[in-house]
């Protein structure tokens, strides 16, 4: 079993969803899923750290903003960070999506060393205050 701790990445584009794995991998335990119906039941399985949220997931699925909401909405979920990863990188997008309730914003294409550097400050002061 591993000691890293468990991060969501919430993305239907694989090439995505691979480059955002590969960046984080060696600071957490990734796992990956595409649509709404996946991620909750995952937050039901699994001990997550931070959700990494796409936004626009394909026509058959929520999209991570309604996703985002409905986690924040529920006890078990809401104490979760999540930051939106998202291709919606117009002026006032961040400041929307902040509004929302999400806890970060990151614009696409990512930037690697950034997003790597604040998940690993994130998990970092979580394990500290979980002491
Ligand atoms: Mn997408």
């Known amino acids: 079993m591993s000691s890293k701790p468990a991060v969501l990445i919430v993305e239907d584009n694989k090439i995505n969803a691979l ?26 399985e699994r001990d997550y750290k931070i959700i990494l949220m796409d936004i626009n997931l394909g026509g058959n699925s929520l999209d991570g903003e309604a996703i985002m909401k409905i986690l924040k909405e529920d006890d078990r979920y809401r104490h979760i960070p999540i930051f939106a990863v998202t291709s919606y990188a117009m002026p006032g997008d961040e400041e929307r999506f902040l509004s929302a309730g999400f806890d970060r914003y990151y614009s696409k294409p990512i930037a690697r060393q950034k997003i790597k550097g604040d998940l690993g ?8 205050s979980n002491r």
């Open 19 to 44: 480059v955002l794995k590969k960046t984080i991998e060696s600071i957490c335990e990734p796992d990956h899923v595409i649509c709404d119906e996946a991620v909750f039941r995952a937050v039901s």
């Open 121 to 128: 400050l994130v998990l970092s002061t979580q394990v500290e």
